[in-house]
């Protein structure tokens, strides 16, 4: 049984790898994706965190792009290119795990929500309405200032107010589900709800949870930038804050255009990236847009 379930596993892998290679934008997007995080990744390797230091700072004030200096240097006469790398770090960790906590919780919710009926999703789905119809960025700059700057607070803004879309999803999900004949049938059969979720729920969520994922990534960076240049920050380098201290230090009265443009273009690229793999798994994993395309 285990290798007739490996090799449906291999099967299933092919087929959609198949699919989703047809779609370049996503191919392109996702060889991006794979650069930047392996540069994240690899970065403690070649540099540390004395390369955000202004003490022992290498170069000039706002030094233009040079062979020392690839991207130029900013206020302190740091290197742009070694900030933006090490900021990397923080972006994408900053991305990841809010989107992971917003994904757990709308999906907590969600299930909860579409299995149970009754009152259970009438409270659920008001909470989630009440979220919903909140500013958002605004709602995470107010959590962010009241429990403070760190990563863990950053994260946790982020992911509060950023999982009730996700929920609703998985909740319409959940009831198309749960309408098909097998779950009568397992039911009928003494299946419990843990056993109802776990596998047969779970199971039919999880194409949709890997798309909206990936944009939930997309989405988190942006605003732990937004956040930064609001000022609230993790108090690490990222390139929210690289951006903040470029308005702050008067980058463009100065003509210092690289110490705007690389951070930003960091940002776009990335989530760029993201947004490039999440509509092609939702175009490869949605049967409704596979049967469009």
């Known amino acids: 049984m285990t ?4 090799a449906r596993r291999r099967l299933a892998l092919s087929r959609f790898w198949a699919d989703y290679r047809h779609h370049r934008a996503g191919v392109a997007g996702l060889v991006v994706l794979l650069a930047a995080v392996l540069l994240a990744l690899v970065a403690p390797l070649f540099i540390d965190e004395s390369v955000t230091n202004v003490v022992d700072a290498p170069g000039e004030d706002f030094d233009g792009p040079s062979l020392a200096f690839p991207f130029g240097t900013d206020e302190s006469g740091r290197s742009v290119l070694l900030m933006v790398w090490w900021g990397s770090r923080t972006s994408l ?3 990841f795990l809010a989107a992971v906590l917003s994904i757990v919780i709308g999906l907590v919710v969600g299930i909860a929500a579409g299995h149970f009926r009754g009152w259970t999703n009438g409270i659920l789905m008001r909470i989630t309405d009440w979220f919903l119809v909140l500013p958002s960025l605004v709602t995470a700059l107010v959590l962010a200032a009241i429990l403070g700057g760190s990563t863990f607070t950053v994260i946790m803004a982020i992911a509060v107010t950023s999982w009730p879309s996700t ?3 998985i909740r319409a999900q959940t009831l198309a589900v749960e309408a098909r004949p097998y779950i009568e049938r397992s039911k009928a059969l003494g299946a419990g709800h843990w056993h ?21 990534v997309a989405s988190a960076i942006v605003t732990e930038s937004t956040l930064a240049f609001l000022g609230v920050t993790s108090n690490k380098t990222s390139w929210g804050t690289m951006l903040r201290a470029s308005y702050d230090f ?8 690289w110490y705007i443009l690389i951070p930003g273009l960091a940002i776009l690229v990335v989530v760029m990236a993201f947004t490039l793999v999440g509509r092609a798994l939702e175009a490869v994993l949605n049967p409704r847009l596979r049967r469009a395309a």
Do not use: D, K, Q
């Open 196 to 216: 109802i979720t776990t596998r047969h729920v779970l199971p039919n969520v999880a194409p949709l949870l890997l798309a909206s994922t990936t944009l939930e």
């Open 167 to 169: 929920a609703r999803l």
């Open 93 to 95: 960790l900053i991305g």
């Open 250 to 257: 008067g980058a463009a009265t100065n003509g210092a255009w």
């Open 3 to 6: 290798s007739v379930a490996m």
